[in-house]
């Protein structure tokens, strides 16, 4: 277990919140966030596409700073 731990965590925690709430924009980005620390950009971008889609702003800002 390595530093990337705390991130895993985050990313079931907004899994489980995403189950719950599929519209819930803030855990997409967020769980996105976790996944970029640990360089899972693919996956990432998934979350982030999703985020934004549901009227995330912050999910637009991160795909242009990230993706282009």
Known sequence: VGHH????????????????????????YNRAISKLIVDNYKEALEDLEISKRLGYPKAAEVISQYYN
Not at 7 to 28: G, Q
């Open 5 to 28: 731990s705390g991130h895993s965590i985050s990313v079931v925690k907004c899994t489980r919140s995403i189950e719950i709430d599929p519209s819930n924009a803030k855990a997409y």
